[in-house]
């Protein structure tokens, strides 16, 4: 259908990395210990350990050259405990500086997006694993709003992000989960599970009957051994009376990435 297919194709959803899921790195960084019972001073502390100095004119910290420059700021913090000591699962969100000093504005422009997992060690705070700092997410140039994160148990002593994500176009609106999480000391992109499909702008009035298909992803991990377990969708809402109430969504572990099944991309309609 062309509206899963232009999703997919704005999307551009990266591949899984084929790397080996070790034990993950820990290196010291700047970052006083003492600054997590500060929200400001650990927000202060760690735009600057990861992105520099802090520009007034844009209210951003800025890094790059001029050619390409990321504008960034604080997006979403979460505090988690792992193996008995607590972890900080931090999300910055911005995005790059257009050449006329601004930030691009189209629907298919994303924003950046930096995800760091920190703990502490001695006086200061260790990097325990990091992304790029600056992967492609969202649209309209920027990230997707704070609350469309949310930081989820994936397995044993592991932790993740989950990002909502959504796409209008012509009338119809795709949308899903993007699960992120560490392998050895890089946060990867763990896979896309398509949620929701609705056709909201494009039905009624004779145009054809409306449709809306919406699952939540929940964590499944209680109680299991694995990094990464599986995780469930769970009906919202559903046009189809037929629809299932829930569908397991597997990890797998030959493509390192949660893959959306068959019975939920039915379910949707796709």
């Not at 050619?67 to 910055?92: D, I, K, T």
């Not at 896979?191 to 699952?215: K, P, Q, R, V, W």
């Not at 629809?243 to 379910?267: C, I, M, N, Q, W």
């Amino acid at each position: 259908m062309f509206r899963a297919t232009f999703f997919w194709l704005i999307l551009g959803l990266a591949s899984a990395l084929q790397v080996p899921i070790s034990a993950r790195a820990e290196v010291l960084t700047a970052i006083p210990a003492s600054t997590i019972d500060d929200p400001k001073a650990f927000w202060r502390a760690t735009m600057e350990e990861f992105y520099g100095r802090y520009d007034n004119r844009r209210k951003c910290w800025v890094t790059g050259g001029a050619s390409e420059a990321l504008c960034m700021r604080p997006h979403h913090l979460a505090e988690v405990v792992e193996n008995g000591a607590r972890s900080f699962y931090v999300a910055m969100g911005g995005y790059a500086v257009t050449p006329e000093g601004g930030r691009a504005d189209c629907h298919a422009c994303p924003g950046n997006l930096g995800l760091v997992i920190l703990r502490p060690k001695g006086n200061r705070l260790a990097l325990v694993a990091r992304n790029n700092l600056a992967v492609d997410a969202g649209s309209w140039g920027q990230v997707p709003p704070e609350e469309f994160f949310r930081v989820v148990e994936l397995g044993k002593d592991n932790h993740g992000w989950l990002m909502e994500f959504y796409y209008t176009g012509q009338g119809y609106t795709e949308g899903g989960v993007n699960v992120f999480g560490a392998i050895g000391d890089r946060v990867v992109d763990l896979g896309f599970i398509s949620t929701h499909s609705d056709n909201a702008g494009t039905c009624g009035d004779g145009l054809g009957a409306c449709y809306t298909h919406s699952y939540e992803i929940l964590t499944g991990a209680g109680g299991t051994e694995a990094r990464f377990a599986d995780l469930v969708a769970r009906k919202v809402e559903n046009t189809n009376p037929g629809a299932p109430g829930t569908v397991r969504v597997e990890f797998s572990e030959d493509e390192l990435k949660y893959v959306t099944p068959h019975a939920l991309s039915d379910a949707l309609g796709n």
